[in-house]
């Protein structure tokens, strides 16, 4: 029928027009979401667009119900009011119509469900694993520059970051400042416990024990009980 497939045609058209606009309009505000995060360090610049490639299907899966409802409204409107003398005469009612496009919306309600059971339960769990293990350490990490208050009850940790590698790691204790651990280089890691802060040549400064030198990160948390370590 001509006017079915027409209506197909018409339908299909909205909806990749309307998700297209919508998820354009979801994906800027989620970048300026990031962007702003990134400004008070609390996630890596260089993690902001993969993490909005990991999150785009759950945007997509957020505005695809919205764009098909707006898509048959702007489609079948028009048609109705314009020509309602027509399709009456015919006995084209609008659920005929619909059930003409049972194919159409069967092959969209599909494609719903899988974005909603699958493609993006999975991305959006990648997203946040990203986020959190970049939140984890990275959001932690002041620069050292000059004098620096202590925030109590917590550990202090100063250093720079190099894409991937943390250098010239200090970790201080705002309780007591008799004792300190230095590292020159660390890597966050994936361990059976967790996800784990490796350091590299470092020590542990402990003013009524002697210097301890080791070449892992591992090995401090028996004697300064870092239980921060898995994070």
Avoid at 133 to 161: R, Y
Wanted: glycine residues 6%.
């Amino acid at each position: 029928m001509i006017i079915s497939r027409y209506i197909s045609k018409e339908i299909i058209v909205n909806i990749c027009w309307v998700s297209l606009v919508l998820f354009g309009l979801v994906l800027l505000s989620r970048f300026n979401i990031f962007l702003s995060q990134a400004e008070v360090g609390k996630i890596s610049a260089e993690n902001i667009l993969f993490a909005l490639v990991l999150f785009s299907p759950g945007l997509i899966n957020l505005v695809f119900p919205i764009s098909v409802f707006l898509a048959l409204a702007f489609v079948l409107t028009p048609i109705f009011k314009n020509h309602d003398t027509v399709l009456t005469a015919g006995s084209m009612t609008i659920g005929r119509l619909l059930f003409s496009q049972k194919y159409v919306l069967l092959a969209i309600f599909s494609m719903s469900i899988l974005l909603s059971a699958f493609v993006a339960p999975y991305f959006t769990s990648k997203g946040e694993d990203l986020l959190d293990k970049d939140n984890s350490f990275a959001s932690k990490i002041l620069a050292p520059n000059g004098l620096v208050s202590l925030q109590a009850d917590t550990f202090n940790v100063f250093g720079n970051k190099d894409n991937d590698v943390y250098r010239d790691l200090i970790f201080i204790n705002s309780q007591s400042i008799e004792t300190f651990i230095y590292g020159k280089t660390g890597v966050i890691k994936d361990t059976p416990a967790g996800v784990s802060l490796i350091l590299n040549d470092g020590f542990l400064f402990d003013n009524e024990k002697p210097r301890l030198g080791t070449s892992s990160f591992v090995s401090f948390s028996d004697i300064f009980g870092l239980y921060f370590l898995h994070i």
